[in-house]
DNA sequence: CGTCTATTTGAATGTACTCAAAAGCGGTGG
DNA sequence: CCACCGCTTTTGAGTACATTCAAATAGACG
């Protein structure tokens, strides 16, 4: 089937994951939904803009940072393949964004404007569900990232990124990682030297 | 009125700031939380325990803790007053729990049971969108703990913090806020010294 | 092949930790 | 009221972890 291949599969098949659909909920998602390609250094979010829509990656890869007063980056997270980025503070406010979200790689997209979705939580309970089950689990996981970091080295929490996503590892600069680490990226080749040889 | 000071006023009042509430729903609040009382540095949750309960605090303070290989506690969160405070990890998945949660003070709750708030979610839209806000809310605030710990220097974490959460740095020990802020109690020390004479 | 960017190296510095010991600070009992 | 206990905080010296800055290497791409 070539319906197979379209972008908006992969966020159907995403939520059926999550909780099975009936026919007028795909219909809604479809008809919400809009497909964006987003060129690699692209921006779908700058400082100072507020965040109009949830992003659903549906190809490529993107990462959500700030830029602090001495001009660095911190990476606050990435988002690859069937997972989800957008600046919740901004979103839900309608303030401005303190972050930027950047295309790595060219990229595909599925997003919905805020109003839609609101509509949507409002229409079909289960949209409200499921958007509670996504961001619980993404508390779960930014709640471990943050264990690893008040607890762990850098070198251990290096260990630990690549092998909880070895895909991650090899498909980013080690620059961008060290920057999620918190760490700076010559401390990350050092980190990298000492792992090799043992 | 009376009822102005039962536990569950909290409660319903938390509630209602986020959306009005009809009477059916608070019945339902009523009939689900029960209150306890815990006593200061019994554990609501322990490790290895599955965690039954999702524990709105009404009056008292808890921290959330795991405990490293060697033997060193690490705070993950505090919850006060009008805060939620759940292992989600382990109440979801039915999974043994690889935190502790404790209460620092005398303190009082109210709990939901997992298959009571899951039927909730299923009889009341509301509480599904509920759960959804208070989540994306933590979720928020721990984005941007992570982002400080990733970006500042301790000194400037702990500056943070206070700015923060006046109440919680006298009412808490800094031993505490220490493992908070992934820092030594020694090296709080040598901060709060630093910050005092300038 | 040259250009651009990312990574690696090294030396000097700063930030945070360990360990051990001293000082402060409620209680509690005599 | 004082003496003592247990606990938290503070101090200090030595060490480990991580940063800065500058320069050298290595990779990617046109």
New interface residues.
């Given amino acids: 089937m070539e319906t197979e291949n379209l972008p908006v599969t992969a966020l159907l098949q995403y939520f059926e994951k999550i909780f099975p659909l009936n026919n007028q909920e795909r219909e809604e998602i479809a008809k919400n939904f809009t497909e964006r390609s987003v060129k690699r250094r692209a921006m779908i979010l700058q400082q100072d803009d507020i965040c109009k829509h949830f992003t659903f990656v549906v190809k490529g890869c993107f990462k959500m940072y ?1 830029v ?1 007063m001495g001009g ?1 980056e ?4 990435f988002a690859v393949e069937n997972d989800w980025i957008t600046d ?2 901004s979103f ?1 406010a309608a303030e401005p964004s303190n972050v930027y979200i950047e295309a790595m790689e060219h990229s595909v997209v599925l997003q919905i404007k805020h109003d839609d979705l609101l509509e949507l ?1 409002i229409k079909y ?1 289960k949209f ?2 499921n ?2 089950i996504i ?2 689990r ?3 996981e ?2 471990n ?3 690893q ?3 762990l080295t850098a070198n251990i929490r290096y260990i630990q990124f690549i092998k909880k996503n070895p895909h991650l590892a090899n498909r980013l600069p080690g620059s961008q990682i060290a ?4 760490i700076t990226p010559e401390f990350l080749s050092k980190v990298k030297k000492e792992i090799a040889h043992k």
């Fill in positions: 700030v602090d660095k911190h990476n606050l997270q919740l503070s839900y939580y309970h409200d569900r958007f509670r961001v619980e993404k508390y779960i930014l709640q990232r943050m264990l970091n008040i607890s920057s999620y680490l918190g």
